[in-house]
């Protein structure tokens, strides 16, 4: 077995060694990095001038340990060489994001000596801060030159806001602002809106002071949390991450943490609780060999691959050890009574889970339950063979729509992933209180005295369930009874129940400012849940249901005719209407082709196509063009295969064959996907059953000739149906204002008792915040 080994070198300086100064060449180029330390036996400074750094590579050979150091033409064979240099070379996630881990110095700004302050008067307080604008109370910058306190972008530092102390600049031209929150006596975060960079005010205690601020009383927050937020918000905080009780560190398989990347704990919270799912732990850890053995050549492009080295390194062991005797000596002589846990990095399989989003893709804060649909459906993708973890989430949702007028039903079915389940706001306990807590917040904001202690918002859990079952209006309802729009309500119940139950609690919601918030409230969920009574029962005795008949479909007079002339080319669909229709609840799929056979009119015109369509069997199969590279007539069947006589492309076939797969399985997928390799795969992935019995596809082809066209059973939804009743055993906790902040912790129940992961820390829970968290993990109770 071989590995690589590259090694940073501490060196005396050439200059030094050389006792030559000021020299300009020769010398090599130095590398600063206060992040660096190396176990020397020495006192001195590694990051002062007399330092420099080399990289060292070598070729490890196990078990023997035999390194050869690299460049090394004569004794390596060509094809090693070649791989050495490949790997040292790659552009791995890893080294694409290490320059953006070496500190640098900022600069000065050039208006910092000569800054210009206002003697208006303004004296900011110690807290209680809000935007003079829109009263938003995070991600607030206070100008140094006239003391305005205004929102930052909302994509800036991972925060929320609305951009307005960027228009105060360019208003008034004042150049320089401070983050509130950031302030400590070692400096603060200071932007030069004119220079368009962070930058460093070598007088900024000087330019603080001016408005009453002074920076040695001052304290930074962790985790985002600002001054203004610690009175109202410190219990959230502490509470979620069981701050002042002594943890006990846990460690071996299961128990191994994720570093975080930079607002990346909501992907950790999310796998940590996805990892300790058996299913999800025996499809790709227990078929790691295989997995590994038939990667493809670039694994780091590979999902399966990422995911199973991704669970191997949580559920091992190997990354989670208690540290020796001899360190934990060392740690209580230096004063470290806490045992360091590094935990590993995932930022390859987050570079290749969030690739191509535009979201998941950046360095800022998203909502956990986003990120886990998003798994999910790479999960749907990239199944292997006809194993699909993914399907212990999956279950059927039944959905009665009633005409108020002619009091007649439908009822369909559609496929979903997770509960939610809104908040009751009105059914608090504690109403008497929040009225009292909201006069006494509101007189201190006014009097720009400190906040008054939070509270919260007590809700029982019976509500918020209650609050689900009950009807609620359809907007824009069409009557086919009436044949024209009517008043409808809706109720949805469960056609089955999935093995795990994931329940998010809609705690965030966006203000009349469109500004997301968050329900600060306390829900007691319970430990065993029993949700049988919203069992779906049916078309019931007496019911009528309404008349099948499709509502028209409008379509502007402008887009007529390019409607009926031509269809759009797949690749020019529009992706925000498919995904604004997915988000309604519609197989991604059948949204994709809602936009594509209304000529991308937009999302209204495609719902329309949804509801004419949704009843057909194939309605969530993918996208299958009538012809290779022709126009369809509007009335032309939408899901139309190609013909049987269109026989696939030798070499596409072979390709899937080579992975694995049937022949019959390659054929039926390439001619039901007009030969598209990538669409083939999937479609094999979504139709598992062809690969037990594949008499309908030797049918086919045997009547290929003779253009006979046999028409297949539709495949039914992969759920797992079975009692409603469940257990808890993880949940995910947020912290923080909005999804575009704060911080996310995950508590799992391992062998009989609570574990916490918070990043890479893996603690023993003491007090686990049950009634705080925004996603709930349950398991079925065998009946």
């Known amino acids: 077995m071989q590995h690589l080994k590259a090694v940073k070198v501490a060196c005396k300086s050439l200059r030094n060694a050389l006792k030559v100064k000021g020299a300009s060449g020769g010398a090599l180029p130095k590398r600063r990095n206060s992040k660096i330390f190396l176990d020397l036996d020495t006192d001195d400074d590694l990051n002062s001038d007399d330092y420099e750094y080399e990289d060292e590579a070598k070729l490890v050979i196990f078990p023997d340990h035999y390194e050869i150091a690299l460049p090394n033409i004569e004794e390596l064979p060509a094809l090693v060489t070649i791989a050495c240099d490949a790997v040292l070379s790659s552009k791995s996630p890893y080294r694409k994001q290490d320059p953006d881990t070496w500190e640098h110095e900022l600069p000065v700004s050039k208006y910092a000596n000569n ?93 603080l002071a001016h408005f009453g601020i002074d920076m040695l009383h001052m304290h930074g927050t962790e985790n985002g949390l600002r001054d203004n937020d610690i009175k109202p918000r410190v219990s959230e905080w502490e509470v979620i991450q069981e701050t002042g009780t002594k943890l006990k560190p846990m460690y071996g398989p299961g128990y191994t943490g994720l570093k975080n990347l930079g607002n990346s704990c909501y992907l950790s919270s999310v796998m940590q609780a996805i990892f300790s799912i058996p299913e999800f732990q025996r499809a790709y850890v227990g078929n790691l060999p295989r997995i590994f053995d038939y990667s493809p050549l670039d694994p780091t492009q590979d999902f399966n691959t990422q995911m199973t080295k991704l669970g191997h390194g949580l559920l091992s062991g190997q990354y989670s050890k208690p540290p020796v005797k001899s360190e934990l000596i060392e740690q209580v002589m ?109 007189e201190a904001e006014a009097n720009r005295r400190p906040l008054p202690e939070l509270v919260r918002a007590k809700i029982p859990f019976s509500a918020c369930l209650q609050a689900f079952s009950e009807p609620e209006n359809v907007d824009d309802f069409w009557s086919s009874a009436l044949q024209a729009k009517s008043a409808g309500v809706k109720t949805s119940r469960f056609a089955s129940f999935p093995e795990y139950l994931v329940v998010q609690i809609k705690k965030f919601t966006f203000g009349l400012d469109w500004v997301p918030k968050k329900f600060d409230v306390s829900i007691d969920m319970p430990d065993l849940l029993d949700i049988n009574h919203l069992r779906a029962r049916g078309l019931q005795p007496g019911e009528e249901e309404l008349p099948d008949i499709s509502p028209p479909i409008v379509i502007p007079d402008d887009s007529k005719d390019r409607l009926m002339n031509q269809l759009i080319d797949p690749s020019d669909i529009d992706e925000s209407s498919v995904m604004q229709l997915a988000e309604m609840g519609f197989p991604l799929e059948a949204c994709r082709k809602a936009v594509y056979f209304t000529g991308n009119m937009g999302a209204e015109v ?23 590279g022709g126009a369809a007539s509007a009335g032309a069947s939408v899901f139309g295969a190609t013909g049987l006589d269109n026989q696939p492309p030798e ?71 079975g009692s409603g009743m469940y257990e808890l055993f993880a949940f995910i906790s947020h912290m923080g204002t909005s999804t575009m902040s704060g911080h996310y912790v995950c508590h799992i129940k391992k062998e009989g008792r609570w574990v916490i992961y918070n990043d890479h820390r893996v603690c023993a829970s003491e007090r686990p915040p049950k009634d705080l968290g925004y996603m709930y993990f349950y398991r079925r109770i065998p009946s």
């Open 651 to 721: 070499e596409t076939v072979s390709i899937i064959t080579s992975m694995g797969f049937h022949r019959n399985q390659a054929i039926q997928a390439l001619r039901a996907t007009n030969s598209n390799l990538e669409r083939a795969l999937d479609w094999i992935f979504s139709h598992p059953e062809f690969e037990e019995d594949s008499d309908f596809v030797i049918e086919m082809e045997n009547n290929a000739n003779a253009n006979i066209i046999s028409e297949a059973k539709p495949e039914g939804p992969r759920v797992k149906d």
């Open 115 to 207: 800054l210009t302050q206002l003697d208006n008067g303004v004296r900011i307080p110690p807290s209680g801060w809000k935007c003079a604008r829109c009263d938003l109370r995070e991600n607030l910058w206070l100008n140094l030159t006239d003391g305005s306190v205004l929102c930052g972008k909302w994509f800036f530092d991972s925060s929320g806001g609305n951009g307005h102390a960027l228009e105060h600049y360019r208003d008034m031209g004042y150049p320089l602002a401070v983050k509130l929150g950031t302030i400590t006596p070692d400096g603060a975060d200071v932007y030069s809106f004119q220079e368009e960079e962070p930058v460093t005010d070598p007088h900024l205690a000087k330019h």
């Open 334 to 442: 230096k004063e470290e009574h806490k045992p360091q846990q590094n935990g590993i990095s995932p930022r390859m399989f987050k570079a290749f889970v969030s690739k191509s989003h535009p979201e998941f893709s950046s360095n800022r804060q998203q909502d956990a339950q986003e990120f886990f649909l998003h798994l999910v459906n790479l999960v749907e993708r990239n199944r292997i063979g006809s194993e699909n973890p993914s399907d212990v989430f999956r279950f059927l949702v039944e959905e009665r729509i009633q005409c108020c007028q002619t009091r007649k039903v439908r009822y369909t079915e559609r496929v979903d992933y997770l509960m939610q389940l809104p908040v009751a706001m009105e059914a608090a306990t504690n109403k008497d209180e929040l009225i009292a807590y909201e006069l006494t917040r509101r």
């Open 606 to 628: 495609a719902f329309n196509w949804i509801i004419v369509h949704m009843e057909e069997p194939d309605f969530a199969e993918p996208l299958t063009m009538p012809g290779y």
